[in-house]
């Protein structure tokens, strides 16, 4: 597996949807075409814990796990999404502007933990959980996002 992918990056006004699907970036020395996001490429899990979930992205190499984690320092203070797509057409997309997201590096990538002290919005958060878990169970690849801008793409 490439452990970075290339996609087309959406314009202003776009929704995850306007992904389309991601092409594997090949080694080379051509230039990348405009319009294009580069996104490292992990495994993803999501699973329950006290107040909420958390979403644990885990990178082959180095270098994905470094830009992994130069994404998430520059992005991670935002709205934290993540879009579920199967065949380059999003099935899933969970905002989490109710929670409290934050974001731990680990030794080999990132874990987002969103969490809320009120149960309702709990029960929320972990149904998003659930969700994505399904998701990713059947196949589908999951973008992890803070501000509706991708910084990786992970599967199971």
Known sequence: MASVLMMDRPTV???????GAPVTAQTGTAAMP?????????TM????????????CSCEDEVACAMLQNLCRTMANGM???CCTMNGMAVCTCN?????????????????????GDKTVCE?????????????DCGCCC????????VCCGTC
Not at 13 to 19: A, I, K
Not at 96 to 116: F, H, I, L, N, Q
Not at 124 to 136: D, P, T, V
Request: hydrophobic share 35%; with cysteine; aromatic share 6%.
């Open 34 to 42: 405009a319009g294009t996001l580069m996104l490292p490429r992990c």
């Open 124 to 136: 929320m958060i972990q149904a998003c959980c659930e969700c994505m878990a399904k998701c990713l």
């Open 45 to 56: 899990r999501v699973e329950k814990c006290d107040g909420g979930m958390k979403i644990t």
């Open 13 to 19: 006004g776009s929704s995850m949807m306007g992904f």
């Open 96 to 116: 989490m502007a109710m929670a409290m997201c934050k974001c731990e590096y680990t030794s080999d990538g990132v874990c987002v933990t969103c969490v809320s």
């Open 80 to 82: 934290c999404s993540c």
């Open 143 to 150: 973008y992890l996002c803070f501000n509706g801008t991708p």
